[in-house]
Nanobody, 125 residues
Framework: VQLQASGGGLVQPGGSLRLSCAAS????????VGWFRQAPGKEREGVSC??????????FYASSVKGRFTISRDSSKSTVYLQMNSLKPEDTAVYYC?????????????????WGQGTKVTVSS
């Protein structure tokens, strides 16, 4: 079971990036998938989550990103995306994706079973 996060980079404030979380060795459809981020000197925080097919792919967002970020799935590619628009300098962090077989509180990192390696997002002019 492996998750591969990609798509990070350097972008100016107001710009956009799309992060991808690809699974190898299994289908992501039966798992909830969350995105977390960790900025230097700060704790890891939940950004967004999309539930499994069993729960109709319900989406969740942190208040700090609601209206700017969109999480989605492509089941045929076993990939979850995080479209990030109107990026701000405070969005700068390493972003991680993670999967959970059973999810209670989507914002709790300890509820996730497998983690990707992280992709760095820098928002700066």
């Amino acid at each position: 079971v492996q998750l591969q996060a990609s798509g990070g980079g350097l972008v100016q404030p107001g710009g956009s990036l799309r992060l991808s979380c690809a699974a190898s060795g299994f289908s992501l459809d039966n798992f909830a998938v969350g995105w977390f981020r960790q900025a230097p000197g700060k704790e890891r925080e939940g950004v967004s989550c999309i539930s499994s097919s069993d729960t109709d792919y319900t989406t969740f967002y942190a208040s700090s990103v609601k209206g700017r970020f969109t999480i989605s799935r492509d089941s045929s590619k076993s990939t979850v995306y995080l479209q990030m628009n109107s990026l701000k300098p405070e969005d700068t962090a390493v972003y991680y994706c993670a999967s959970a077989w059973y999810l209670g509180n989507w914002e709790r990192a300890d509820e996730y079973d497998y983690w990707g390696q992280g992709t760095k997002v820098t928002v700066s002019s």
